[in-house]
């Protein structure tokens, strides 16, 4: 037995719900017909939902309804009822109805009428008793619940049905407003669905796999620094990839799972969340635990070099993206050949390595490491460069090109300045290259940081602008017609907020500076406050032509820097003018 290292998981009554349709049709997967809808009905179940009312389903009747809870839920359904011996429910519940039988479109997620509701759910049995109570062994997820009623020969009393909300205790703690809506109108969703992909573990997704995956956790962690003091969840998830380790020295892609799956690159992005750690909790006996599991995936990884010093054919899925283009979400040659996406992740990687081990006075192994990245950079231009174009191809064959492999050789920090330029033009203008999509996008969001262009990443945030129109309640998998409903991957814009458009970033390892370098674009304004181990970092700015004002204010113990049009100046503890300082 040890001390448990998380808090209790939320566990809250909601009575929350409306009935959308009420009907007397018993076929669950029959298409939803509103002209079928008993409205008198509908209201009686909303009762019992918001008001604890009771009511009556009379003997011999068949009642098929669908409640839309306004929100997405992970609860255990609480179901009392009374007499009904022979009766038969069954709740089921669904992210979003669908268009048709089989495929994955639905449209959008407010409307019910003409959809289907696809999925099976719990069955309760009354027996005649009084004041039965029923839940589920483990919770439910999404927004609709369909509750299907069948008595036989007594009436059933519903007295009660309610929802127990269960997840991670995470709340926002930071706050942020600027001059563009269409930013704030954002926050509640991907906050909704952080909190929705946060339980015992983080998840990719709690309707389908519920399972933790490297590549969501490493982004679902960066939003948790960003909202919350609390690094409890990070922590343990950090510690369990490291716990999943196989004999190659690679991490599995998910766990714990029962089922092995490998995901190379996700095991290059744990290297990833350690330094992300580093930089903004500081635990420095802790991060010294962990690099020895991240020095075992670079070795891992270097077991595939081929005799072109280049990686190839790493075992496992290779997913980097769910680009359409690309089967199963792999890039160009990243099944069975060379990839240049896949190398310019790994130089990407031994940079943070070496970063890692700077912090940890291992000045010999990060010297290690910058070698390596250089040479596997000088190995990567010569097979992937592409002078004709001014981009790095995604092959050898130089036949297919992404932004992938554009933000990742920007983001190794290798690229000289005049190709740099190069690749920026084309990153920002090509319109053939394959697209980031929701996940990657925070990589995309990375890049055009270090670019300077933040009209462009409010482009590319015109997705997250349509969420709310569309009625999502938490943010997607993959483009539409997207699977999952709720994904936490897609919660990475609360990151950017802070991170990239007020600018504020950790300015050492263990954030025990702060380095502020707003860029706010096209907004005319924008601030928050940002929750810091020792207080809270507050920025507040309006932009006047190039030029900006506003203060910012740092906790006390809390030093830093500030950049802004070239400019660099130290900053100290309390508060000061933008116009005092630059």
């Not at 007295?159 to 205790?169: D, G, I, K, M």
Request: aromatic share 10%; proline share 5%.
């Amino acid at each position: 037995m040890k001390p448990a290292r998380l808090p209790p998981m939320l566990d809250a009554v909601r009575a929350v719900g409306v009935a959308r349709f009420v009907a007397g049709d018993k076929d669950a997967s029959a298409r939803v017909a509103m002209r079928d809808h008993l409205a008198g009905e509908a209201q009686d179940w909303t009762a019992l939902l918001q008001q604890g009312a009771s009511l009556e389903v009379p003997a011999h009747t068949n009642r098929r309804i669908i409640l839309d809870l306004e929100e997405y839920y992970c609860a255990y359904p609480r179901l009392i009822v009374s007499k009904g011996c022979g009766a038969r429910l069954e709740i089921a519940w669904e992210e979003a109805l669908f268009l048709d039988e089989k495929s994955k479109n639905k449209g959008n997620r407010n409307e019910i009428d003409g959809r289907f509701f696809r999925a099976k759910g719990d069955i309760f049995l009354p027996d005649g008793g009084l004041s039965r109570t029923f839940e589920t062994l483990w919770w439910r997820a999404g927004r609709y619940v369909q509750v299907l009623v069948q008595t036989a020969d007594e009436p059933l009393i519903i007295e009660s049905l309610c929802w127990r909300e269960t997840r991670y205790p995470l709340e926002m703690e930071s706050s942020f407003t600027a001059s563009d809506e269409r930013l704030l109108h954002v926050i509640p969703i991907a906050m909704r669905c952080l909190q929705m992909d946060a339980h015992e573990t983080y998840m990719d997704c709690p309707y389908y796999e519920q399972l933790m995956y490297v590549g969501d956790t490493r982004l679902e962690a960066l939003v948790t620094y960003i909202v919350t003091r609390d690094a409890r969840l990070p922590r343990k998830a950090l510690r369990i990839f490291d716990a999943s380790r196989l004999e190659n020295g690679l991490t599995q892609s998910r766990y714990p799972s029962r089922i092995r799956q490998v995901i190379p690159p996700f095991s290059l992005w744990w290297v990833a969340m350690i330094h992300d750690f580093a930089s903004w909790r500081d635990d420095r006996a802790f991060v010294a635990s962990m690099v020895p599991g991240a020095r075992g995936v670079i070795d891992g990884i270097l077991r595939y070099q081929n005799d072109s010093g280049l990686i190839e054919a790493l075992p496992g899925w290779n997913f980097t993206d769910w680009v359409p283009e690309w089967p199963c979400g792999i890039p160009p040659d990243g099944d069975n050949g060379v990839s240049g996406i896949i190398n310019w992740h790994f130089v990407l990687t031994l940079r943070l390595l070496a970063e890692l081990e700077d912090y940890l006075d291992e000045g010999e192994l990060a010297a290690r490491w910058r070698r390596l990245a250089a040479q596997y950079t000088a190995r990567i231009t010569d097979h992937f460069w592409d002078e004709s174009r001014g981009l790095f191809a995604d092959d050898c064959a130089h036949s297919c090109f992404s932004e992938h492999a554009q933000c990742l050789a920007i983001l190794s920090g290798q690229i000289d300045a005049g190709r740099r330029e190069r690749i920026a033009a084309g990153l920002l203008a090509d319109n053939r290259l394959a697209r980031t999509t929701i996940y990657f996008t925070h990589y995309l969001f990375e890049t055009y940081r270090i670019l300077g262009r933040i009209d462009t990443l409010m482009s590319r945030l015109s997705l997250w602008f349509e969420l709310e129109r569309l009625g999502f309640k938490t943010t997607f998998e993959e483009p539409e017609p997207s699977r999952s409903d709720c994904h936490a991957w897609g919660a990475h814009p609360i990151y950017h907020y802070f991170a990239t458009l007020l600018g504020i970033r950790p300015g050492a390892m263990g954030f025990r500076t702060v380095h502020i370098a707003p860029q706010l674009g096209p907004l005319t304004g924008a601030s928050g406050k940002l929750v810091h181990p020792l207080g809270e970092i507050e920025v507040d700015l309006a932009a006047e032509r190039n030029s900006l004002r506003g203060s910012i204010k740092l906790p006390p113990g809390l030093s830093g820097t500030f950049t802004h049009a070239g400019r660099t100046v130290e900053l100290k503890p309390g508060e000061q003018s933008i116009a005092q300082i630059i």
